[in-house]
């Protein structure tokens, strides 16, 4: 048996992290010839989506971050200001991001992740469902993650 010796560091390093990112994605796509597939197109890279709701002054009453990637939404934050919400601001900002995703970038379905104190229930109503859940992450509470079929 070798025995080797390794320094090991806990930092934040830019550098090492894009090399990790894709040597990682090397590594995948010699396993899987879907990923495999995706090398060298649009697919292989996530692509920003941002959807935004300004009020009658220009001040942010709501958006939407997320990307996409290969055929897939995924919604990474939604909020609509208190002043805002229940006035369906928050399914037009999912809806115009689902649209957006679906025609413009041939997206097929959609995830997303949400704390039982979010909204759960809003995204069950946009037409998500849970399958999978997280107990205790962060301690007390359960993060949901629900997908949604866009086609």
Known sequence: MVC????IEAEVDKGRRDLLRSRLW???????????ALRGTPGEREV???VWALDGSGELAGGLVGHTWTT???????????RHRGTGLGSRLLAEAERIARTDRGCASARLETWDFQAPDFYR???YAVVGTIPDYPPGITEYILTKRLT
């Open 4 to 7: 080797r010796m390794f320094r």
């Open 26 to 36: 090397d590594t995948n796509t010699a396993a899987s010839p879907v990923l495999a």
């Open 48 to 50: 920003p989506l941002h």
């Open 72 to 82: 897939w939404l995924h919604v990474t934050y939604l909020w609509v200001d208190d």
């Open 125 to 127: 109503k946009q037409g």
